[in-house]
């Protein structure tokens, strides 16, 4: 006798970027959140990743970082509290060493990107321009901007749409903006980077956040404040992504808190097109996979064929 999961067979991809040229499609809608999943080379052992939607590496910059001094990390209620400060290899590193590997993989690879201005931005696409095994870009928009002042390009609709369109200008790539939560108005920056160019948004990154120990009366972490992520985030990152879903164009990745398939759905349900995984792989390195699993299993236990049919229902 074939079980009901024979029967129903489910289509669960995803186009991130209709509106490029060439497209992205996702074979699903599961992807790894930046900075939690290395540069999927790490996990390859670990997890079948082939299965995911797509990889998201490790911000980079465009000279290799050492990141802030440790402690660096700390755990906190239903959460995680980091000022990992962009430790990573740099642009040349990831072309020469890393996109090799990518261009052997089936599952697409996006970069995530950030810089300290928009030239530096724009300098790193452009090293990324051409190269095999790069599908995609993210920019990540919760920088301080030093020409600026420090003001982080997430926070200013401006610098954000300046960045966004300053990328757009050099690559041929898909570009993902991924928004910062610590803004008062979020819908404001997500319209404005869409009108500069965007074709994918993700939120949230982490939301600012700082941890006291009280024996040592000091901060737990060096670097004072850090950014908060894990399931303490997610009804903030749910009502985000919502919001922006209703009023943008563009498809929308969920991202903040998701560590099961249910979870996801509340998210897809929500308006987004595609969800990332970032502190539940953390403690569990196939929580992406069986968060793939678990969504494939909801669609057939609920008969539904495709995906996009649960797209957004839930947006009053
Ligand atoms: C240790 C750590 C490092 C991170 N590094 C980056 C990064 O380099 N670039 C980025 O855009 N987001 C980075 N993030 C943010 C995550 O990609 C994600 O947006 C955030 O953690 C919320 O998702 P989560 O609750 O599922 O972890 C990092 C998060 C953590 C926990």
Not at 65 to 72: A, D, K, L, V, W
Not at 134 to 162: H, M, Q, Y
Not at 174 to 201: Q, R
Request: proline share 5%; with cysteine; charged share 20%.
């Amino acid at each position: 006798m074939p079980s009901k999961d024979d029967i129903c067979v489910v289509d669960l991809s995803i186009q991130l970027a209709p509106q490029h040229p060439k497209g992205l499609v996702l074979a699903n809608p599961v992807m790894t959140a930046s900075g939690t999943f290395g540069y999927g080379v790490e996990y390859s052992e670990l997890v079948d990743i082939q299965r995911l939607g797509a990889v998201v590496c490790k911000g980079t910059t465009l000279l290799p970082r050492q990141g802030n001094p440790q402690p660096r990390l700390v755990e906190t209620s239903h959460g995680l509290l980091n000022s990992v400060g962009l430790e990573n290899i740099g642009v040349d590193a990831v072309v020469k060493d890393k996109a090799p590997i990518w261009a052997s993989w089936r599952v697409p690879v996006i970069v995530n990107i950030v810089g300290e201005s928009k030239s530096e931005y724009v300098e790193i696409a452009t090293r990324l321009e051409g190269v095999a095994g790069v599908s995609g870009i993210e920019l990540n928009i919760s920088c301080p901007n030093v020409a600026a002042g420090g003001l982080e390009f997430g926070v200013d609709p401006r610098l954000a749409a300046e960045v966004t369109a300053g990328v757009k200008a050099v690559t041929s790539l898909p570009i993902v903006v991924k928004l910062s939560p610590n803004v008062t108005d979020v819908v404001e920056i997500a319209l404005a980077v869409e009108g500069a160019g965007a074709d994918a948004l993700c939120l949230i990154n982490t939301v600012k956040g700082l941890a006291i120990d009280i024996n040592k009366h000091k901060n737990h972490l060096r670097a004072i404040s850090g950014g908060l992520s894990g399931p303490a985030i997610k009804p903030i990152a749910l009502r985000m992504v919502c919001d922006v879903a209703k009023a943008v164009h563009i498809p929308v990745i969920g991202c903040g808190g998701i560590s099961c398939a249910s979870n996801a759905l509340e998210f897809i349900v929500g308006g987004a097109s595609a969800i990332q995984v970032g502190t539940a792989t953390l403690t569990n390195p196939r929580a992406a996979l069986d968060i793939l699993e678990g969504i494939e299993h909801l669609m057939r236990e609920r008969a539904i064929e495709n995906l996009t049919e649960l797209i957004g229902v839930a947006r009053t």
